[in-house]
């Protein structure tokens, strides 16, 4: 099992920065695939970011260039660094890790509020 708890949200105005963060409990998060996703009312959730155990990393196209993540595996901890944010980047942020390969991620936090004022 895995745990993970995100911080870091708030409200900020367009043009700001954020970063937030994903403490996850185990062991092993050094071997899991984490990823950064966010749900805006009325919208369904979308995948923003992965970091593989490799470090390689994927962005969806409307946060490329905007947003990085990175992972400390000695913290047991992955962030998402957020600049240049647009108030259609608010919404709830989770993060996910999957330790089956599988692109599933069957572990979730339980999200964090990111609004952003215009």
């Known amino acids: 099992q895995v745990q993970l708890v995100e911080s870091g949200g708030g409200l900020v105005q367009a043009g700001g920065s954020l970063k937030l963060s994903c403490a996850a409990s185990?062991?092993?998060?050094?071997?899991?695939?984490m990823a950064w996703f966010r749900q805006a009312p009325g919208k369904e959730r979308e995948l923003l970011a992965s970091i593989w155990t490799s470090g390689n990393t994927y962005y969806v196209d409307s946060v490329k260039g905007r947003f990085t993540i990175s992972r400390d595996n000695a913290k047991n901890t992955m962030y998402l660094q957020m600049n240049s944010l647009k108030p259609e980047d608010t919404a709830v942020y989770y993060c996910?890790?999957?330790?089956?390969?599988?692109?599933?991620?069957?572990?979730w936090g339980q999200g964090t509020q990111v609004t952003v004022s215009s």
């Open positions: 996910a890790a999957d330790d089956t390969g599988s692109g599933l991620f069957p572990y």
């Open positions: 185990g062991r092993t998060f050094s071997m899991h695939t």
